[in-house]
Every structure is written in C-alpha cells, then in structure tokens.
C-alpha cells in the first residue's frame, strides 16, 4: 500500500531525501526533493519515463492504452504527442473564450446563492469539468443535468474503488483473482458505464482530432482513452485546487485585499486576460504558494525505471516504481523558508524559495499533459473570483476551513462553507 504524502512526508524528514520501500515484491524508491525529482524526471527522463504495470491498471485503462497510466512506447509517444498537439491548438485558438465563459458562468452562480453560506466544491467541480468536456465532446453542462451527474458519479467511483484495499490487493496476490470479490465487480461494471457514456461521444471528439492532426488517427480504444485522461486528470485537480485557494484565502484575508486592490488598479474596470498575467505579479505569486502547499497531487502519479540508472548517486535497477514526493519537495526547509507558511511574498523577493523548485506539474516526458490549460485554469477563474467577491467565513461561530485536507490520489480541501458577498462596482 501506498503511505499518504503526509506519511511520506514525515519519512522524508526521518531517512532524507531518497529512500527505499518494499511492497510485496515490488521495490519502491520515494524521492523527497525537486533537486532529485528533476534528475529523474527531466535529466534522466529516457530512464524513469515508464509507468509500472498492474493487473487492475489494466482493467480501468483499456489494457494500459491510456495516456497517463501506458507505459512508455514508441505507440504511447504518437498518442500523447497526438493528445499534446490537440490541446495546444485549442489552447491558442479557443481556451481564453472557454474558460471566460464557465468564469462568468461560476459568477452567475455565486450571485445567485445571494451571499448564502454555502459549499463551493460542486460548483468548482462543474466549472472545471464544463472546460474539458467543452473542448472534448463541445459541450457543457449545469450542476442539475443527469448526464453531467452521471458521468462525474462513474469517474469518482471508478477513482475511489480502483483505490480501496480489496482491488489493490489483486495486484500483489493473483491468487485473490480467482475468489468472489464485490468491490471488483462494482468496478468492472463502472468501467463498463464509463465506456458507455463516453462512447456516445466519441464520434465527435474523433474528427475534431483527426481534423487538428492533419489525418494521423488513433485506434478508437486510444481515442476513448484520450478522454477518460482528461476528464480525470482535469477536472478533480483543478476543481480540488480552487477550493484550497478560498480556504487558505479565509484564513488570511489581508492578502485577499491586497490580490482584490491589485486587479482593481491593474484592470481598471477591464474583464482579466491571461495575457494580464505579467502586470498581476502578486495574483501570481498567491497562485503559486497555493500549489507549493497543496499540489493537487502530491505523489504524482508513479514512474517505473525501464533500465537500470542511477539517482543521486545510487543504483536503480529496471522496473523500480519512481514514486516523486512533489508535497515533500515543496516543503523541504533547506529550499523554503518557513515551508509551512502560506507566504507569496516569497515568489517576489528572493530568498524565500525558488520557482524552480516548484514542480506541481511534475516534468519531463510525463508532465502534466494539461498544464498549460489548468495555468490558463487557475489564472482566470482566481482573477474573476477575486475581483468579483469577497470571500467570508461562513459564520462568526463556525471554525474557519481545515487546512490538513484529505490525502487520495487528489489531495482535497475538506468541506468547508463559505459566504461569496458582491464587490461593489
Ligand atoms: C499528469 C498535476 C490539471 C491532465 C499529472 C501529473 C501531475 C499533474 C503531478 C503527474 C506527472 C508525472 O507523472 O510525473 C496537475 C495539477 C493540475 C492538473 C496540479 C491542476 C491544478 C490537469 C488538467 C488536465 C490534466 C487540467 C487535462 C486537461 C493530465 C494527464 C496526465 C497528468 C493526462 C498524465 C500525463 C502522462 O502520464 O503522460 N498532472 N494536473 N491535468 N495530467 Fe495533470
């Protein structure tokens, strides 16, 4: 079983920077600073770019043909090069007007809680799903529509169960195969669900792709993949990181003002554009410390050596799981000042800490394949939201938002309440 980052985090502290773990007769190598992080990934890219194989990876990825989960090969290459490419050209054409439409959409939907305390982590949710399901299928939702509700209760139940204890231990005791396992069958038949609903879609997605890629096709299962990796890597991470943002915001509401007086003087009244980017240095840095403190996800996702290779100095052997501890990397004191701090000053002046040392993207051949759109993300909707509203504790009596979240595969806020209240114009 994988430890959550915080445990990771606390072994880091304890046996330094790169350790060794066994699992079953699987040997895992935890790397703890962005130092090592970027040897591997990015030095050493051609040797740590492999993803390990399992038996229940296979059954939720089409047999590992999914981007984010297919193990480096000359067919993964042409279809994340593919997947890259597409979401480049929609970056440039589409995007702004994409994100700028679920942005205003979002500020509809907070005018309308008319200064209610409410959870915003639905509403994150469907604003950073209508991005990816309007680039992919061209189409978008509310929170109310059964296809939306549909689609996002197969894709977290595909998450949560693919993560309990009765599935991962297929992969380390093949021998539980072949024993009645409920949770299993839920999962199988979720996956079925999910290849249904996204199969409506496919067709479209298909000759919006062929058309972008000048003729160069993927195989169908590919295609379909295609999806699944967007739709889960783009929407649970954006969402979840949106709520981290107003959480940290609520306990430090002098830097909300200040993030609100910097859009108020830059913008002068101007809707924001991601080109505004260079003259908001101080949006930009709170942007940055939320990732630093909560990368969405804290663990990446893992990498496996596909030859023998050497980080920091020791001896790799092929197939080791590479798992990069970005939350660890991001709180390392010899790099961050006070790491624990939610401090953006620190992304102005020096000696705070580096930008190089932030990596909540990971890097190398498995970066984020959405990076540039969740940057595009989280510039615009921060900027709106914070220009638009003032957001309050949800009471004088209720504590203000749990900053320790809750470690998944996506580190989440825990739930908290919020009071969005109208900037006056
Ligand atoms: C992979 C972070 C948003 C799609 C990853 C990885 C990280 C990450 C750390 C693993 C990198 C590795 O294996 O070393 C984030 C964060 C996001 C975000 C912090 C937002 C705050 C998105 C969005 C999309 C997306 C919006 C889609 C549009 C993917 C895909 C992969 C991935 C497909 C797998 C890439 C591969 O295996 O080659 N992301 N992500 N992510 N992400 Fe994101």
Redesign the pocket.
Known sequence: MLTTSKQTFSLARRYGNIYRLYCGNTTMVILNSSEIIREA?VKKWSDFAG?PHSYTGDKVSGGGQS??LGDYSEEWKTH?RLAHSA?QRCTADSLHSIIEKQALHLKQVLLDYNEKAVDLSEDFTVAASNV?TTLTFGKSYNKSSVELQELHGCLNEIVALWGSPWITALDSFPLLRWLPNPPFSRLMKEVARRNELIRTHLEEFKVQTEGLNKGVTLTAIRMHMTIV??LI??TE??AA?LSWAIAFLLHRPEVQAAVHEELRTVLQGQDPRYSDRHRLPYLCAVINEV?RLR???PL??P?KASRDSRIAGYFIPKDTVII?N?FGAHHDPEVWSDPYSFRPERFLDRGGGSLRALM????GA??????S??KM??FLFTAYLLRDFQFMPASQEEPLPDLRGVASVVLKARPYRVIARPRAK
């Open positions: 990934l993803r981007i984010s994340r979401l990816i990796d967007l890597g783009g991470t954006a990181w990732l990368p969405v996800a990446a996702v990498h990069p970005l909540p993207f990971g890097g498995r970066l984020c394949l959405g990076e759109v969740a993300e989280l």
